[in-house]
């Protein structure tokens, strides 16, 4: 970690204690489906067993990956967002949050959140940020938003006097109805002055085979054996937003979203099956 970065270095002595490197995780599975190296056996399965149901699953979590920098680029850039909040960071790869941030503005300063404790051995390269700026590094859940709120990590970086970036990308469809993933959103942004974002990406089963949404759905119902994934619709990934002015085009899939310039050709939506959008608090 840099000497100009906030927050408490992470002790990894106990992390072997916590890797169950047996059960599947998604912040593994989605590093394996990145080409990754940080993921073992047990991630790997359940990730072939997606794909085989859903063989552009890696499409889909290369766009989210796009999606993620084009978005961060219009608030740092456009919107002159200095701030981020970045819950669900996954393993770290190219073009981090912080990374993309500060090569428009080196001052912007991001806190990372996620509970794998694989992440948290990753947490030092995750901190390493510019001079101007500051990162730091919550070893936290989304579904407990008031111990990501009151961190002391969390204040000592964040001004949340000022607008900040809340970044939900690919983690919200973790969170099952029963644990209310909206009042969860609801309760990051209450903490959000005016002028705040939220940035968000969900899969979905729309674009899905019948037969195929209705095994998602049952599967999410009952906890799957690789990790359930609660698949939902448009109308439920734009009820996020609700109260929020959507920056354009609005929630749309992530390989439409401010697209221009991406290699082509473009995927479909279909490969995708992901939404994904951004959004102002008024």
Not at 17 to 26: L, M, W
Not at 31 to 53: C, I, T, V
Not at 205 to 231: C, F, M, Q, T
């Amino acid at each position: 970690m840099t000497s100009d970065a906030t927050g408490t270095a992470p002790d990894s002595g106990s992390l072997a204690d916590r890797i169950d490197t047996s059960v599947a995780h998604p912040a593994r599975r989605y590093n394996y489906w990145l080409g990754g190296k940080d993921n073992f056996q047990a991630d790997r399965d359940s990730g072939d067993a997606m794909a085989e149901r859903f063989p552009t699953i890696r499409i889909s979590a290369l766009e989210n990956r796009r999606f993620l920098r084009r978005a961060v680029r219009h608030l740092t850039g456009e919107a002159g967002v200095r701030q981020f909040l970045d819950i669900g960071t996954g393993i770290p790869t190219a073009d981090n949050t912080h990374e993309v941030a500060q090569s428009t503005d080196p001052r912007a300063r991001v806190v990372y959140v996620d509970n794998d404790p694989i992440v948290l051995a990753h947490a030092r390269a995750l901190l390493t940020s510019s001079a101007e700026g500051a990162t730091a590094y919550l070893d936290a859940d989304l579904r407990d938003p008031e111990r990501i709120l009151a961190h002391p990590d969390l204040r000592r970086t964040l001004d949340l006097s000022q607008p900040v970036a809340l970044m939900l990308l690919a983690v919200l469809h973790f969170v099952p109805d029963r644990d209310d993933p909206y009042a969860i959103v609801g309760h990051l942004l209450d903490a959000l002055p005016a002028g705040s974002y939220l940035a968000a990406s969900h899969a979905t089963h729309d674009y899905l085979p019948a037969e195929l949404a209705a095994e998602a759905k049952a599967a999410a119902r009952g906890g799957g054996p690789h990790g359930v994934i609660n698949l939902r619709s448009r109308e439920e990934v734009v009820r996020f937003f609700d109260g929020l002015e959507p920056v354009e085009p609005g929630v749309c899939s992530v390989a439409e979203w401010r697209a221009d310039g991406e290699p082509e050709p473009r995927p479909s939506v279909v490969e995708v099956s992901m939404y994904g959008g951004v959004a102002r608090k008024p």
